[in-house]
C-alpha cells in the first residue's frame, strides 16, 4: 500500500510564499511522474505542476509557469512545490499524484494511480 501524504498548506498573503511538500510512504514506490493538481470551490481539479521522477523536468501549467517551482527528492520520497506570489485565484486543494508508468499526458489525471488526501492553500489579498 502506497500512501501519498501532503503537508505545508495553509493561509498565506498575496505575494508572499508557501512550500508544499508530497511524502511517500509504504511499500516500495519508484515513480515515473510526480504531479501536483489543485481544485478550487465549484470548479474541476485541474493539472498544476509535474515532474519526472529520474531526470528531474518539470512540466508546469501556464498559468502557474514563472511563479511555481516542483522538485523531488528521490532519497526521501518527497516532491515539493514551492509556491512564490502566490495570487488569491491560487486558492485551491492542493493535490499530490505518482504516476508509475510513462505518458506524455502527464497533465492527465486519469493517468495517476496515487493521490494524496490534499491541503488546503488560501491566498488573502
Known amino acids: 500500500q502506497v500512501q501519498l501524504v501532503e503537508s505545508g498548506g495553509g493561509l498565506v498573503q498575496a505575494g508572499g510564499s508557501l512550500r508544499l511538500s508530497c511524502a511517500a510512504s509504504g511499500r516500495t514506490f519508484t515513480p515515473f511522474t510526480m504531479a501536483w493538481f489543485r481544485q478550487a470551490p465549484g470548479k474541476e481539479r485541474e493539472f498544476v505542476a509535474a515532474i519526472r521522477w529520474n531526470s528531474g523536468i518539470a512540466y508546469y501549467a501556464d498559468s502557474v509557469k514563472g511563479r511555481f517551482f516542483t522538485s523531488r527528492d528521490n532519497a526521501a520520497n518527497t516532491v515539493y512545490l514551492q509556491m512564490n506570489s502566490p495570487q488569491p485565484e491560487d486558492t485551491a486543494v492542493y493535490y499530490c499524484?505518482?504516476?508509475?508508468?510513462?505518458?506524455?499526458?502527464?497533465?492527465?489525471?486519469?493517468?495517476?494511480?496515487?493521490w494524496g488526501q490534499g491541503t488546503q492553500v488560501t491566498v488573502s489579498s
Open positions: 499524484a505518482g504516476g508509475t508508468y510513462y505518458s506524455q499526458r502527464y497533465y492527465d489525471q486519469t493517468k495517476y494511480s496515487y
